[in-house]
Structure formats: structure tokens, C-alpha cells
């Protein structure tokens, strides 16, 4: 979204009955109504998608054109397309069928035929609740433990760290950051409510952890305990993902 300061910057720019100013005060005006006391919860995600579908649209239309031309060049890719912030049968439906038919009419068009999955981010504890409608539609699951994790335990992240979550930990609140290890018995009974949901409709649903958790020895071991197919984290993470996940195959890291 544009940001105000770059739209009252380039106002100078032009007369104030031009053209170009009356779509900047358009603008403007769009970014007044589209702005939010508490984002973390607010107008994006599927959310944005569903009240502006072409945004969405637009990208799926990105991806499977990008496949099209991989195709062609002889590369072989099978894009995944992940919907955030689903938390209801409906959002994901949606995005399903809006993707099912942007794919057919791009492999129509183009003529040329290529796979694709559509799944959603468990990142709100309603997604983790209904995990067995969203697999009637969803091809997959991640995890997103972060948001999941702020939205469990009603914190926010930055918010919590800045004032009192070190305290926390020092008055035995909390053993650990739940920011840095998934808190088992919070968010990490939700990951596992997923999974156990989400099997249940489709047993070869892949399941796996995204954000900072993917790459913690400890929430690394939770994750093989509930049969998660993989972890995505930040690069610099992945030799200690790797090693975590080897160690807890061979019952060394519980």
C-alpha cells in the first residue's frame, strides 16, 4: 500500500486542479480508510483477498505464468500456493476455487498443462479448531507459529518483548520465550489439533511449521513427535534445523 508521506511528497509535484493531483487525493483518501490502530489483527491476509479479490488474482495469475514459462524452458516446478490467515471453511473455499479456475484458464490459454497444490497457514487458533473443514479444500497445511503463537496467548510480539515478557520469565511465568520455543502446551495442542484434523479428512495432507519455531532444536523435536512432514525457517538456521530434526528421528532430542 502506498505510504502517505510518498503521496504528500509528490502532491508538490503538481498543480492542485491537475490531473495527476486528483489521483493522488485519491489515493490518499484510500490510504486514510485502509489504516488501522492494531494491523496484527486487522484488514490483511485473506481478509484483504476477499474484499479485494483482484489483488489476489493478480498473483495467483504471477505464479502460474511464471510456470508456464518455466514449463516451456524445459524447468519442471510445482508451485504451492499458500493462503494466510484462513480461519473459516468459506475463506478457504474461496481462494480453492479461485485458484483452480485462474490455473485452468492460464494452462487453456497458454496450452500448456502443469501441477499445482493450494493449502493455508494455521496461524489463528479458529483455523487449528476447524482443521478438518479447511482440508475438504486445503492441500496442505503450515503452521505459522508466530502469528499462532500471538494470537493464542493474546500478545504482541513486540509489545510483550518490549515490557513485560522477560519478566515473565523471570517470575516463572514462562520457562522459555514462547516467541523462541513453541510453548507446547499454548499453540503447540493447536498445531497439533491441525494435524490430528486435518488427517482425518485427508491422510496424506502435508503438514509442516513456518517462522522463527521451524528453526528451535526443541520445537524442532515437538514437530517430529506430531508426524510433521518438514520445517521451514531463515537460512541461517537451517544446518541447527537439520541437525535438531536428525536428532529427533534418532531419539536423541525429545
Known sequence: MPKEPNILEDLKKFAPDSEEAKQLNNTLEKVHQLHENNP????????LGMIYPEIYEMQMSAIFEAVVE???????????VMIPLVGTKPEMKFFREMADRIANEIMQSSGVKFS?????????????LVADQLAEYA????????????TTLGYSRDDAENKFLFQYIDKGVFKENPFAVLDRDGPGQLVKMAVEKGRSVNDKLSVGIC???GGNPESIAFCHSLKLNYVS???????????AAAQAALGVLK
Open 70 to 80: 518455466l514449463t516451456k524452458a524445459n524447468i519442471t516446478v510445482k508451485p504451492e
Open 116 to 128: 499445482y497444490l493450494v493449502g493455508t497457514m494455521i496461524e489463528v487458533p479458529r483455523a487449528a
Open 40 to 47: 496484527m489483527l486487522g484488514f490483511r491476509g485473506c481478509r
Open 211 to 213: 517462522g522463527e519455531h
Open 139 to 150: 492441500q496442505f497445511f503450515s503452521c505459522g507459529t508466530n502469528d499462532l503463537t500471538q
Open 233 to 243: 525457517c531463515s537460512p541461517f538456521r537451517v544446518p541447527v534445523a537439520r541437525i
